[in-house]
């Protein structure tokens, strides 16, 4: 008798404590391909349902997710030891994202008709929005349960069926809010949400499945992994990458406010957010002021696994090498510490450290990092904010603060999204794209945009009537050429709006 050997597995641990929270299956290649042959049968059972059939599925589950929140931010804390509100805070979004997607998928995908333009007037014109088909979709450790859920909302909202690959750090909250949609939908087939555990090697397996999309959210190198392995079978890809979030404050701005909204930004979450604010530009008038009541607010935030701590351990152990490189780097080419230092970090914590007057080309300014590090340098005026805060390869979120000039500085910030007088609301807004620019990626989930990343245009022309020349048919006669020349000078001679 032969023994299969025991699938290997992979143990989940509080970054804190260390406390076992769960043991998980690393998947394999063999793996990924069963269930994609499990989600494209699915896809088919799903696609088939009105875009009212599906709503009501997503409905029941956004319930059953809301009946176990207890239990998902339990387990949200035991496996990064952010505060229950933070998890909180993120299942609430991405169940906002799953409500949004299904009520607005018939008005955006459904199809219409369009003008079918001079030239062939004499053909209808429809354009269909078809689903995909499966869709991977990738996450990260940081926001795990609304990066999941933000991918699934809009490619199920638009008919497909999804494998999820969650972060090897912290699968067992959005494991569990998947298995949810299975209490809401036991009429489901299993292979329209599903998933596969496992570290780099499983998510590349996804890449180069076949797959119809991947949604893939996390760090700049692993996206350009990503896109590599996904352009084997050219896959298209999705990605939601880093950030170095900048906020500009302005003379004219309410100081009080700007300073609770920056130190909020930077810190919550450990700094641990995409969107989280990394670098702010205040103008000299009011710099004092600002440093002064920043000084003050972030000097009071708590750090630890206690209730009432403002944010938890950094998840991930290689992420405090990168926070501790940046602040000492800053510090070395000549920056001040207003709040904190070096000895900031104590593993698994990092008290919060603000830095000024830091060199812009200093890797603390440059790079992303990922932790409760906030830099901010002193501008003469808005024209200087506005060149320095755009002089970076990311292009992620970014906010101002002003009283009158709010509007032309967020046009003229180079972002994916900008928040005026307040921060990274535009993620909490599934009406409004959300994703990046440059090394912060490129495609959008949320809003209108975010439901036809999930769906194939279709283009579909028929032929009502003949008129005139037939010049899709031989052979062409002298008359048509000349009917035809004629048209061109009629349509196209006259220079209008000159
Ligand atoms: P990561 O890139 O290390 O990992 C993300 C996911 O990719 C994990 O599930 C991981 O297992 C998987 N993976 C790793 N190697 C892979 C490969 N070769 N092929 C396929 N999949 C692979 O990112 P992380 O450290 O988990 O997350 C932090 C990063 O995510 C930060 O840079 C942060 O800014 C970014 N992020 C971006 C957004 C956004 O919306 N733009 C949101 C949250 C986090």
Not at 83 to 103: C, K, M, N, S, Y
Not at 289 to 295: C, D, G, I, P, S
Not at 394 to 404: E, H
Request: aromatic share 8%.
């Amino acid at each position: 008798m032969t023994q299969t050997a025991p699938a290997p597995t992979f143990t989940v641990t509080n970054p804190a404590t260390g406390e076992e929270v769960g043991t998980f299956p690393v998947h394999t290649a063999d793996d990924v391909a069963e269930r994609f042959v499990e989600a494209r049968a699915a896809q088919a059972w799903w696609a088939a349902l009105s875009y009212g059939e599906r709503k009501r599925r997503v409905n029941r589950w956004i319930a059953a997710i809301a009946q176990r929140s207890d239990e998902i931010c339990d387990l949200g804390f035991a496996e990064t030891g952010r505060p229950r509100g933070d998890v909180q805070f993120e299942l609430i979004a991405g169940l906002e994202d799953l409500r949004w997607a299904a009520a607005h998928a018939k008005r955006v995908l459904k199809e219409r008709r369009v003008a079918p333009g001079m030239a062939l007037f004499n053909f209808g014109a429809r354009v269909s929005y078809p689903p995909l088909g499966v869709v991977g979709v990738i996450a990260p450790w940081n926001v795990p349960i609304y990066t999941v859920l933000c991918g699934l909302a809009y490619a199920l909202a638009a008919g497909n069926a999804a494998i999820v690959k969650p972060s090897e750090y912290a699968p067992a909250s959005s494991v569990l809010v998947m298995e949810a949609f299975y209490d809401a939908n036991p009429d489901a087939p299993r292979g329209l949400v599903t998933w596969v555990t496992g570290f780099a090697e499983t998510g590349s397996a996804l890449c180069t499945a076949g797959l119809d999309k991947i949604a893939f959210t996390g760090s700049v190198p692993t996206g350009r992994k990503v896109m590599a392995a996904c352009a084997e079978n050219l896959t298209p890809v999705l990605l939601e990458l880093g950030g170095k979030d900048v906020t500009i404050v302005a003379e004219d701005a309410d100081v009080e406010k700007a300073a609770n909204a920056v130190v909020w930004g930077g810190l919550f979450n450990g700094g641990q957010a995409c969107v989280g604010i990394e670098r702010v530009y205040v103008v000299r008038p009011v710099r004092d002021a600002f440093l002064a009541r920043v000084k003050e607010i972030a000097s009071s935030v708590t750090v630890g696994l206690d209730d009432d701590a403002a944010y938890g351990p950094m998840i991930v152990p290689a992420q405090i090498d990168v926070v501790r490189r940046h602040v000492t780097s800053a510090l070395e080419a000549g920056a001040t510490a207003l709040v904190g230092g070096v000895e900031s970090i104590r593993p698994p914590f990092v008290d919060p450290v603000v830095l000024v007057d830091v060199p812009e080309d200093n890797a603390a300014v440059q790079e992303e990092t990922f932790g409760p590090v906030v830099v901010i340098n002193t501008v003469e005026d808005v024209e200087e904010a506005l060149h320095k805060a755009n002089a970076t390869r990311f292009g992620l979120g970014s906010s101002v603060f002003s009283a009158r000039r709010g509007r032309e500085i967020a046009r003229r910030l180079k972002a994916g999204g900008t928040t005026i007088n307040s921060v990274l609301t535009f993620v909490g807004m599934p009406s409004v794209p959300f994703g990046g620019i440059g090394d912060s990626g490129f495609g959008r989930f949320h809003g209108d945009d975010g439901l036809r990343e999930f769906a194939a245009p279709k283009a579909t022309t028929s032929k009502r009537f003949q008129l005139g020349p037939d010049m899709q048919s031989f052979p062409r006669r002298p008359e048509d050429f000349d009917q035809v020349r004629k048209m061109v000078k009629f349509r196209y001679a006259k220079r209008r709006g000159a």
